[in-house]
């Protein structure tokens, strides 16, 4: 694109998306950490086999199967064609993948761990790590590089980018051509994204504990690809006119976002009557725990208030 065809400035509801998802990014693993720490007594600890999870399996161990795949021959014909074929492999390899290594580090830490709170804690340190990877640094990114071009200019700052003029172009773009839609269904995946961790920790927690069905893996891993799937889906089949090109990617975020809404809402329900009918001693276990924490004196109060 010309840089005649971009504005001098970013739209200021942009940026206020921006600073808006990057605050959110921060707050809900905040958040999290809260909640499995007061409400479900879950100890630190698990926190940090979340994130080796997300690092070392729904991170490494997916791009180096996606990097296997693409070697094979004809694939990366397919991958460079974004064939539907080729996003529902990558969707049900992701699937298969995340679940396989969150049952098997998830395993591991049960044997120290096995109060209720530790798949709580655990799905956090999985969510907490995507989003400060995935989300808090793009977005805090584009909230600066905003700010600066509407406090400078485009046009001055490709003036003193100097031989990076085409890069620094190629960068600042999306923030002009990529619809709004597409950066507020980003911050409204982000509590579904919190969602999902928790809802399939607590359901494999559950198998691993010994109570519920193997079967309930399977239903886990086909809800996580119905999650999945529509994100892969958003951006395939787009129309190549560009008049039509941004209403086809704001009909794709909302389906995507409605159907991603959907497979988390059946994970939480799926995790809720697993709970309730496998974990009935740890649920009471956690109750009598809670009390007990709650009877315990406060010495940091004024006993004469």
Request: contains cysteine; neutral net charge; aromatic residues 12%.
């Amino acid at each position: 694109m010309n840089i005649t065809d971009l504005p001098s400035s970013v739209p200021i509801y942009n940026v206020i998306i921006f600073a808006v998802t990057a605050i959110i990014s921060i707050a809900l693993p905040i958040f999290a950490f809260q909640i499995s720490r007061r409400h479900f007594l879950a100890r630190w600890q698990t926190f940090f086999p979340g994130i080796a999870d997300y690092l070392l399996v729904e991170y490494g161990t997916y791009m180096f199967a996606t990097f296997i795949i693409l070697l094979l021959p004809g694939m990366e014909n397919i991958a460079n064609n974004q064939t539907p074929l080729f996003v529902i492999l990558l969707c049900v390899m992701r699937s298969a993948i995340s679940e396989a290594g969150r049952f098997i580090i998830l395993s591991r830490t049960h044997l120290t761990y096995p109060n209720l709170g530790t798949p709580m804690m655990f799905a956090a340190g999985v969510a907490t790590t995507c989003s400060l990877l995935l989300v808090t640094g793009v977005y805090f990114q584009n909230l600066t590089v905003s700010m600066a071009i509407n406090e400078n200019g485009l046009h001055t700052l490709l003036e003193n980018a100097n031989e990076q003029q085409a890069a620094f172009l190629e960068m600042v773009e999306p923030l002009f051509t990529t619809p709004a839609a597409h950066y507020i269904a980003t911050s409204l995946d982000l509590p579904l994204l919190f969602v999902v961790h928790a809802a399939c920790s607590l359901v494999l927690f559950a198998v691993i504990a010994g109570r519920a069905p193997k079967k309930y893996i399977f239903f886990t891993a086909a809800l996580r690809l119905l999650y999945e799937l529509p994100k892969g889906f958003q951006f395939l089949g787009e129309s190549q006119d560009s008049t039509n090109a941004a209403y086809s990617a704001l009909s794709n975020i909302y389906v995507s976002l409605a159907v991603s809404a959907l497979a988390a809402g059946c994970l939480a329900y799926l995790a809720w009557f697993a709970t309730k009918t496998y974990m009935k001693e740890s649920l009471a276990q956690l109750r009598n725990d809670t009390e007990r924490a709650k009877a315990f004196p406060n010495f940091n109060t004024n006993p004469q208030k």
